[in-house]
């Protein structure tokens, strides 16, 4: 199996709940699995890995967790390479609340890390989601699995195995 690193961020629980259903299905070590505000300590830290599971839960106008605001800067502005990287992005959000900028910090990793070469696994039918507006559609999809633990927490398990599913297809 490919050498696989999880990187996220939560504040109240529902991102974790993913990164902790990734960790267990594809048998992630701990130190592999890293959450942003306490562990991340540079983008050298990517490199270990083939395989990038990151999450963030969507703050304000649709940004990410604030631990990521100096990862992704770096990520930018240092024209660091994702080439022959697999990323898969995961996040919570509340699509009734904020649902024009529903889980929108998922497309705001997508475009950081596609921009940087990174390939895209992972998106989700966003159908099945009612919110108004998110800049985590790409092309009708999700650019990754989206939970709403707020609104929808009776769909979040079902969405979390159904996604994870997927991943190891994409990954076989």
Do not use: P
């Given at each position: 199996?490919?050498?696989?690193?999880?990187?996220?961020?939560?504040a109240?629980?529902?991102?974790?709940?993913?990164?902790?259903a990734?960790?267990?299905?594809?048998?992630?070590?701990?130190?592999?699995?890293?959450?942003?505000?306490?562990?991340f300590?540079?983008?050298?830290?990517?490199?270990?890995?083939?395989?990038?599971?990151?999450?963030?839960?969507?703050?304000?106008?649709?940004?990410v967790?604030?631990?990521?605001?100096?990862?992704?800067?770096?990520?930018?502005?240092?024209?660091?390479?994702?080439?022959?990287?697999?990323?898969?992005?995961?996040?919570?959000?509340?699509?009734?609340?904020?649902?024009?900028?529903?889980?929108?910090?998922?497309?705001?990793?997508?475009?950081?890390?596609?921009?940087?070469?990174?390939?895209?696994?992972?998106?989700?039918?966003?159908?099945?989601?009612?919110?108004?507006?998110?800049?985590?559609?790409?092309?009708?999809?999700?650019?990754?699995?989206?939970?709403?633990?707020?609104?929808?927490?009776?769909?979040?398990e079902?969405?979390?195995?159904t996604?994870?599913?997927?991943?190891?297809?994409?990954?076989?």
């Open positions: 199996m490919a050498n696989i690193g999880i990187f996220y961020a939560s109240g629980g529902n991102t974790t709940q993913i990164a902790k990734l960790q267990e299905a594809f048998e992630v070590e701990d130190e592999a699995c890293v959450l942003m505000e306490d562990d300590d540079s983008t050298e830290q990517f490199e270990d890995y083939d395989v990038l599971f990151l999450g963030t839960s969507t703050w304000g106008q649709g940004d967790h604030f631990s990521w605001v100096d990862a992704l800067l770096e990520i930018g502005s240092e024209n660091l390479c994702f080439k022959g990287k697999t990323v898969a992005f995961f996040g919570a959000g509340d699509s009734k609340t904020h649902g024009e900028h529903f889980c929108s910090a998922l497309g705001k990793l997508y475009e950081v890390f596609v921009k940087r070469g990174a390939k895209v696994v992972g998106f989700t039918d966003e159908r099945e989601y009612t919110y108004e507006a998110s800049l985590a559609r790409i092309d009708g999809k999700f650019c990754g699995l989206a939970i709403d633990n707020m609104n929808e927490r009776d769909k979040s079902a969405r979390i195995e996604w994870i599913a997927q991943l190891k297809e994409a990954l076989a």
